[in-house]
T-cell receptor, first 115, second 115 residues
């Protein structure tokens, strides 16, 4: 596609439920990043993929959070046993490793609300 | 890990005046410093970036300066226009290219340009 696509754009769930957030990066971009942005804050790094493997998952807050990218393109962020504190906008970004600057191109985000 | 501080958190300027946003970083190994603009409910978009081998970079009405010794960098917007109103984020990273580009963001500056 022309840009990074994220679905759903909005997700409302109840505390304790499981959610999946999907990211479709720019075609050909090998690097994919997940960030979390709380209201009035800067994006906070969660995890970075280079191809199919998670190159850096140091930002995942706890073991309720998991992400996969099985074919090196689309990625899914999975959150188990959601808590109210998980409410935020989850941003996905991709970049091309062939470009010197490695500019990150962001999607519009998935707004998660946990009631 | 890297820590990026950004000031001020809000900035109100009269149309036509200049706006300056300042950031400091903690990791002397950081070598890439992008600035992102985020309009309400939209994705962050890169507006300018600078690498550590350059002290200043300019693109029309925006410029960025970098002081590696002091570990701070600044965004300058001249002749501000109402469409410059947005939240601006600075960021820092050690990577780029094949190594990936994990960004650490500042807390953001909400800029309001009054007509």
């Amino acid at each position: 596609g022309a840009g990074v696509s994220q679905t759903p754009s909005n997700k409302v769930t109840e505390k304790g439920k499981y959610v999946e957030l999907r990211c479709d990066p720019i075609s050909g971009h090998t690097a994919l990043y997940w960030y979390r942005q709380s209201l009035g804050q800067g994006p906070e790094f969660l995890i970075y993929f280079q191809g199919t493997g998670a190159a850096d998952d140091s930002g995942l807050p706890n073991d309720r959070f998991f992400a996969v990218r099985p074919e090196g393109s689309v990625s899914t962020l999975k959150i188990q046993r959601t808590e109210r504190g998980d409410s935020a906008v989850y941003l996905c970004a991709s970049s091309s490793s062939s470009e010197r600057t490695g500019e990150l191109f962001f999607g519009e985000g998935s707004r998660l609300t946990v009631l | 890990g890297e820590n990026v501080e950004q000031h001020p958190s809000t900035l109100s300027v009269q149309e036509g005046d200049s706006a300056v946003i300042k950031c400091t970083y903690s990791d002397s190994a950081s070598n890439y410093f992008p600035w992102y603009k985020q309009e309400l409910g939209k994705r962050p978009q890169l507006i300018i970036d600078i690498r550590s081998n350059v002290g200043e970079k300019k693109d029309q009405r925006i410029a960025v300066t970098l002081n590696k010794t002091a570990k701070h960098f600044s965004l300058h917007i001249t002749e501000t226009q109402p469409e410059d109103s947005a939240v601006y984020f600075c960021a820092a990273s050690k990577g780029g290219g094949a190594a990936g580009n994990k960004l650490t963001f500042g807390g953001g500056t909400r800029v309001l340009v009054k007509p």
